[in-house]
């Protein structure tokens, strides 16, 4: 992926790591549109930052549609879909109304990226030099004992951005994945103000120099999240859930 000169969709673009990376990648030179539900958030964060907006609920597949089609009238040249949706809610599965969490999880973190790699894969491929980018985490391989639906749908994202990248393969789309460690965001309540968690600015600093240094790159794993992405291979998974479980 080119650094700068891409017109970008960042679905989930207006809070967190979406946020961060859809400022970053304006400020390296590329046109950027944040997506949300909320509109009002949407129409502050573009009249402060001057991204484009696009209204989008990634649960509803007839939102997803409509976002697409408003987006690519507005910016026909879109070459990048960053494919990130995300929430992470602690459940209990001792206890039979996990399932709700569960199943809400599920349809964010997993249904909500496919909807949007289904919605944008034709038009992508129409382009010279395009790219999907998904977001999983460390936690896809060394779980949280708090977050089993969240750890599950993330691995799903990571086998999922393993496979497509397969079948892309010989077109003009390359596919990367961003493997976040904990970071300091409100992801979960008071996640941000854990001091052994990552700072934001940190993690996007180092992707972003990460996607520069590396343009053929099919995961960006900053030094933090290599402990947990590579533990099983390493020899070393029980300890490295000892420690993802110790905060």
């Given at each position: 992926m080119r650094i700068s000169g891409n017109t970008i969709f960042i679905a989930g673009g207006t809070s967190g790591i979406g946020l961060a990376l859809a400022q970053r990648l304006q400020n390296a030179g590329n046109t950027v549109v944040i997506g949300g539900r909320r509109t009002d958030v949407l129409d502050r964060l573009a009249a402060e930052h001057g991204f484009g907006a696009a209204t989008i609920d990634i649960s509803d597949p007839a939102s997803v549609v409509s976002a697409r089609d408003a987006v690519l009238?507005?910016?026909?040249?879109?070459?990048?879909?960053?494919?990130?949706?995300?929430?992470?809610?602690?459940?209990?599965?001792?206890?039979?109304?996990?399932?709700?969490?569960?199943?809400?999880?599920?349809?964010?973190?997993?249904?909500?990226?496919?909807?949007?790699?289904?919605?944008?894969?034709?038009?992508?491929?129409?382009?010279?030099?395009?790219?999907?980018?998904?977001?999983?985490?460390?936690?896809?391989?060394?779980?949280?004992?708090?977050?089993?639906?969240?750890?599950?749908?993330?691995?799903?994202?990571?086998?999922?951005?393993?496979?497509?990248?397969?079948?892309?393969?010989?077109?003009?789309?390359?596919?990367?994945?961003?493997?976040?460690?904990?970071?300091?965001?409100?992801?979960?309540?008071?996640?941000?103000?854990?001091?052994?968690?990552?700072?934001?600015?940190?993690?996007?600093?180092?992707?972003?120099?990460l996607l520069a240094s590396r343009p053929a790159a099919t995961e960006i794993l900053v030094e933090r999240v290599k402990p947990l992405r590579f533990s099983e291979v390493n020899g070393a998974y029980e300890q490295a859930i000892a420690m993802v479980n110790s905060h």
């Amino acid at each position: 992926m080119r650094i700068s000169g891409n017109t970008i969709f960042i679905a989930g673009g207006t809070s967190g790591i979406g946020l961060a990376l859809a400022q970053r990648l304006q400020n390296a030179g590329n046109t950027v549109v944040i997506g949300g539900r909320r509109t009002d958030v949407l129409d502050r964060l573009a009249a402060e930052h001057g991204f484009g907006a696009a209204t989008i609920d990634i649960s509803d597949p007839a939102s997803v549609v409509s976002a697409r089609d408003a987006v690519l009238a507005a910016h026909p040249d879109l070459n990048v879909l960053i494919a990130m949706a995300g929430i992470m809610v602690a459940e209990d599965v001792t206890k039979a109304d996990f399932l709700e969490v569960a199943e809400r999880t599920i349809d964010t973190n997993v249904l909500g990226p496919v909807r949007l790699i289904s919605a944008f894969s034709e038009h992508l491929q129409a382009r010279p030099d395009a790219t999907i980018v998904t977001v999983s985490s460390g936690l896809a391989h060394t779980p949280l004992r708090l977050t089993p639906s969240y750890n599950a749908s993330k691995a799903f994202i990571h086998q999922f951005t393993e496979s497509i990248r397969l079948q892309f393969a010989g077109t003009s789309v390359q596919v990367i994945e961003l493997v976040p460690p904990a970071l300091r965001t409100e992801l979960m309540p008071g996640q941000s103000q854990v001091e052994a968690f990552l700072p934001l600015d940190d993690y996007v600093d180092e992707t972003m120099s990460l996607l520069a240094s590396r343009p053929a790159a099919t995961e960006i794993l900053v030094e933090r999240v290599k402990p947990l992405r590579f533990s099983e291979v390493n020899g070393a998974y029980e300890q490295a859930i000892a420690m993802v479980n110790s905060h």
